[in-house]
T-cell receptor
Framework: SQTIHQWPATLVQPVGSPLSLECTVEGTSNPNLYWYRQAAGRGLQLLFYSVGIGQISSEVPQNLSASRPQDRQFILSSKKLLLSDSGFYLC?????????????FGDGTRLSIL | TQLLEQSPQFLSIQEGENLTVYCNSSSVFSSLQWYRQEPGEGPVLLVTVVTGGEVKKLKRLTFQFGDARKDSSLHITAAQPGDTGLYLCAGTSGTYKYIFGTGTRLKVLA
């Protein structure tokens, strides 16, 4: 069966520090991978998605970036964090072009910027 | 830009009551999904509806996709405290992207 892992579960970082969040998927090959950010009790904002190694689509202009160095690894990064980067970050995977296929989510990373 | 608006945003009801959550858009979707999310966890899929007018039942939960595939509803019969959570709808259009709704936070009081 497929599993998705995100780490760390919680992270407290000072403003201006770098960021690296990692997501890996097991038990599947060539998945579509996604990074979302969620404000408290609200919907999910799509940040990046990738349909293959090295292929990254950005949805929201910001100081974050994403990379996919391996088929089942997706990394969210920042060189300098802002206060507004605080939030709950979720990684997800799916198959196909998004029609009718469900998304499978990790347990998220709670990021607090001080 | 495709948007999905959910209503109500918050709902607090007593155990045993019925409720309906709405998910509306001006855009047509090829499918619509409903997820439930617990605090500190990722959303978990409840159902996918793909045909206009389709109705699916999952125990006490009934999901309907609008005839024009622009909206959907989730009806819960005899709500229980275990139904408490954040309910999210998400639309897909075959572009790899999932458009998530604004969310409905449900609290069922014992």
């Amino acid at each position: 069966s497929q599993t998705i892992h995100q780490w760390p579960a919680t992270l407290v970082q000072p403003v201006g520090s770098p960021l690296s969040l990692e997501c890996t998927v097991e038990g599947t090959s060539n998945p579509n991978l996604y990074w979302y950010r969620q404000a408290a009790g609200r919907g999910l904002q799509l940040l990046f998605y990738s349909v293959g190694i090295g292929q990254i689509s950005s949805e929201v202009p910001q100081n974050l970036s994403a990379s996919r160095p391996q088929d089942r690894q997706f990394i969210l990064s920042s060189k300098k964090l802002l206060l507004s980067d605080s939030g709950f970050y979720l990684c997800a995977w799916s198959y196909g072009d998004g029609s009718n296929q469900p998304q499978h989510f990790g347990d998220g990373t709670r990021l607090s910027i001080l | 830009t495709q948007l999905l608006e959910q209503s109500p945003q918050f709902l607090s009801i007593q155990e045993g009551e019925n409720l309906t959550v709405y998910c509306n858009s001006s855009s047509v979707f090829s499918s619509l999904q409903w997820y439930r999310q617990e605090p500190g966890e990722g959303p978990v899929l409840l159902v996918t509806v793909v045909t206009g007018g389709e109705v699916k039942k999952l125990k006490r939960l009934t999901f309907q996709f609008g005839d024009a595939r622009k909206d959907s509803s989730l009806h819960i019969t005899a709500a229980q405290p275990g139904d408490t959570g954040l309910y999210l709808c998400a639309g897909t259009s075959g572009t790899y992207k999932y458009i998530f709704g604004t969310g409905t936070r449900l609290k069922v009081l014992a």
